[in-house]
């Protein structure tokens, strides 16, 4: 009896933390000063945190839903708010603005496993979470875009391909870029996460002791 009404306390929680991890993120993507953080010469992004935050707590459905909603939300910005910047016609193909953003959640969740099984440290694998998911939305964006329209995003952005591969191009402007998101996913993700885990602990605790 214990175990049938388990499942469906589970089902309802997964259920609200993607639903509110995707209201997260779709409110950052959609809100230009809340999805980017000016650091001058550079723009961080933190549309990506929730979607990391949500495969670290309950697991690869959920974060891969939490990041499906981050594309999509992604792909509709394009078509909206971001129309007239040069780049927003990439986003509109869902191999750009949504696949990368799917697979977020599903290395962000297996990196955790793996980390989670390798030590002791609590921290260490929200850490290599939010690593792991930065890199796959960066990597994975920028990688559709150089496969899809190297040529195109190259001379979108202005840049001259004179003695420069369309690779490098693309890829150097994200180097710096990608530490500090990576820093940035760390330090929001790692209380974030603890902080819940927590509340789910005693949660699940008093679940357990009331039935």
Known sequence: ??????????????????????????ILSLIPSLGYIPIPPFT??????????AAALEGPVTGSFVGLMF????????????????????????????????????VA?????????????????????????????????LGMIYVLYAQQYVEAIGESAAGR?????????A??????EIAAASFISVPVVLALQRFRNRMDRRARSSS
């Open 165 to 173: 591969s369309l690779l490098a191009i693309i890829f150097s402007g």
């Open 71 to 106: 594309g999509l939300s992604s792909m509709y910005a394009a078509a909206t708010i971001f129309s007239g910047m040069p780049t927003a016609p990439f986003f509109l193909n869902p191999l750009v603005s949504v696949l990368p953003r799917i697979l977020i959640g599903l």
């Open 44 to 53: 961080i992004t933190t549309m990506h945190i929730p979607v990391i935050i």
């Open 175 to 180: 180097f710096i870029n990608v530490l500090f």
């Open 109 to 141: 969740c297996y990196v955790f496993i793996l980390l989670r099984k390798l030590t002791r440290n609590r921290v260490v694998p929200i850490i290599g979470a939010a690593l792991g998911g930065t890199l796959t939305n960066t990597i994975g964006v």
């Open 1 to 26: 009896m214990e175990n049938i009404q388990s499942k469906p306390r589970v089902n309802v929680r997964r259920i609200a933390v993607a639903g509110i991890f995707s209201a997260f993120t779709i």
